[in-house]
């Protein structure tokens, strides 16, 4: 069973769109249940961090910059660990949380978010939109770190709007 479900897995590697449609749709179904039923409101916010926390993981290099540069400032180096010159080394941006991984982890969660809103004893009472204000409030101050942390150590962790190159240009 276990090896089955692995082949299954493997064979979803290359197709990104599909995989990410699919976690979507299941995403807009869990979220469709929880406004239908108006409950399970902890669930939703506890899968909003777990979700916000992988998505930070998976932005970041796996190498962090800021780590990389105190750890040379404490042996006596300049401090800069990113190439800054042309004759200086590439070193591509590869990220702390790949993307199968963070997909996985979030369609797993996003299930196991889904099959708690079955159970009553998930169901506890709160006022939902102090807990949507927090959300937000969370995100927009993580994602401002982020986007600082990024700007300061000139790394973009995405493909698009970057420069490409032909195989045939020389």
Known sequence: MDQQYQTYLDKSVPHISYRWIGTGVLLLVFLLRIVVKQGWYIVCYSLGIYLLNIFLA????????SLDQDSE????????????KQDEEFRPF??????????????RAIAIGFLCTWFEVFDVPVFWPVLVV????????????????????????FSFGKARYNRNSH
Do not use: N
Not at 58 to 65: E, G, H, S, T, Y
């Open 94 to 107: 590869i990220r702390r949380l790949p993307e199968f991984k963070f997909w996985y982890s979030a369609t």
């Open 134 to 157: 927090y959300w937000f409030i969370l995100f927009c101050l993580t994602m401002r770190k982020q986007i600082q942390h990024m700007i300061k150590y000139r790394y973009v962790p």
């Open 73 to 84: 400032l404490e042996d006596g180096g300049t401090g800069s660990s990113l190439p800054t």
């Open 58 to 65: 998976f932005l970041q290099p796996k190498i962090d910059p």
